[in-house]
T-cell receptor, first 107, second 114 residues
Framework: GQSLEQPSEVTAVEGAIVQINCTYQ??????LSWYQQHDGGAPTFLSY????GLEETGRFSSFLSRSDSYGYLLLQELQMKDSASYFC????????FGTGTLLAVQP | DAGVIQSPRHEVTEMGQEVTLRCKPI?????LFWYRQTMMRGLELLIY????????DSGMPEDRFSAKMPNASFSTLKIQPSEPRDSAVYFC????????????FGDGTRLSIL
């Protein structure tokens, strides 16, 4: 079967760093993506890893290890506006989404 | 640039009625996706099209659901007859076909079947 596992909830304070992990088991793999979704909004693309290693985009970084079927999203200098759900998604070849991690940023 | 446009934004109807959801993808994108999101099941891919051709409809729950893409700028998702368990947020997304191309989501249609 196909599965993507990520923590259901994470809480952190403003200014801190938080890491959201994702492990996956899929029949195919064409890359790992991360999406952000604010409550009541649409998912928006954050990052894509096609190869092993770290991709950095501003305060957000994403990492992939294909041998471990593992990736993470790293959010630095947390802001209140980062409170949202974060989804990892594997291309297989279409996107399969994880169940999402609800990040709560506290003052 | 206009993003993915979905209509209606909200739909409330009684069970048994036909529901039609509409989507206009971003110009130049040749892949289009329909998703359903619920608390219980998360974000599920229902069907996707490449160059207006349905590629994978294995996520369509049952024969009551159908989707069409008559041209590159328009797609519909139809539910007939609708049932209360179809209540969900339905998202349309579009992207280019290259691996790694991000999917751009519309604002969704919040569907309530009474």
């Amino acid at each position: 079967g196909q599965s993507l596992e990520q923590p259901s909830e994470v809480t952190a304070v403003e200014g801190a760093i938080v890491q959201i992990n994702c492990t996956y088991q899929t029949s195919g793999f064409y890359g790992l993506s991360w999406y952000q979704q604010h409550d009541g909004g649409a998912p928006t693309f954050l990052s894509y890893n096609g190869l092993d290693g770290l991709e950095e985009t501003g305060r957000f970084s994403s990492f992939l290890s294909r041998s471990d079927s593992y990736g993470y999203l790293l959010l630095q200098e947390l802001q209140m506006k980062d409170s949202a759900s974060y989804f990892c998604a594997v291309r297989d070849p279409e996107l399969i989404f994880g169940t999402g991690t609800l990040l709560a940023v506290q003052p | 640039d206009a993003g993915v446009i979905q209509s209606p934004r909200h739909e409330v109807t009684e069970m048994g009625q036909e529901v039609t959801l509409r989507c206009k993808p971003i110009s130049g994108h040749n892949s289009l996706f329909w998703y359903r999101q619920t608390m219980m099941r998360g974000l599920e891919l229902l069907i996707y099209f490449n160059n207006n051709v349905p590629i994978d409809d294995s996520g369509m729950p049952e024969d009551r659901f159908s989707a069409k893409m008559p041209n590159a700028s328009f797609s519909t998702l139809k539910i007939q007859p609708s049932e209360p368990r179809d209540s969900a947020v339905y998202f349309c997304a579009s992207s280019g076909t290259e691996v790694g191309q991000p999917q751009h989501f519309g604002d969704g249609t919040r569907l309530s079947i009474l």
